[in-house]
T-cell receptor, first 115, second 111 residues
């Protein structure tokens, strides 16, 4: 069964450093998403991406965040200057359509720890 | 008012019991509804979509009440493997589907 993959599984970084989280969505999917989940809290939408541009973003997704699809397979989330409060699990998801009833498939997540 | 609200639990029930979770949502423009389950430190996984007519998948039954903005999940004959956090998920569609997660209800099944 096709699945979304994410690397690395864990990332530890110093405050102020840049991190890039990588995702490989399911191959025939066209819509891509990033979510985060702070430990003990709910999953929060960050951004959706289609046709090489951002479709929608939340208030969390400020100028410190950016997304890119550098090639035909990878989808990345960059945090320019990490803060302590960026420590969270980051999930990538993809779907074949943007219809609201379309299932989004989640990757296993990258656990980011900012020290 | 939270966009999607769930009782956090935990619900601690014996194996074989029937358990029900509820979820309310605030945005009347919400269009699609799902239940996901999330195991500890894992990604959310789709359990089932929720349709207006109600739907059933094996031991799981989901109901939607648009008038009351209310979704439910019923688990019959619960198994130890059902222990997880159950996430109520609502989609609002504008330029893209924006998924809004509830905080989840923790379920623990005891032998």
């Amino acid at each position: 069964e096709p699945e979304v993959t994410q690397t690395p599984s864990h990332q530890v970084t110093q405050m102020g450093q840049e991190v890039i989280l990588r995702c490989v969505p399911i191959s025939n999917h066209l819509y891509f998403y990033w979510y985060r989940q702070i430990l003990g809290q709910k999953v929060e939408f960050l951004v959706s991406f289609y046709n090489n541009e951002i479709s929608e973003k939340s208030e969390i997704f400020d100028d410190q965040f950016s997304v890119e699809r550098p090639d035909g397979s990878n989808f990345t989330l960059k945090i320019r200057s990490t803060k302590l409060e960026d420590s969270a699990m980051y999930f990538c998801a993809s779907s074949s359509d943007r219809k609201p009833q379309e299932t989004q498939y989640f990757g296993p997540g990258t656990r980011l720890l900012v020290l | 008012r939270k966009e999607v609200e769930q009782d956090p639990g935990p619900f601690n029930v014996p194996e074989g019991a029937t358990v029900a979770f509820n979820c309310t949502y605030s945005n009347s423009a919400s269009q699609s509804f799902f239940w996901y389950r999330q195991d500890c430190r894992k990604e959310p996984k789709l359990l089932m979509s929720v349709y207006s007519s109600g739907n059933e998948d094996g031991r799981f039954t989901a109901q939607l009440n648009r008038a009351s903005q209310y979704i439910s999940l019923l688990i019959r004959d619960s198994k130890l493997s059902d222990s997880a956090t159950y996430l109520c998920v609502v989609t609002v569609y504008s330029s893209a589907s924006k998924i809004i997660f509830g905080s989840g209800t923790r379920l623990s099944i005891r032998p």
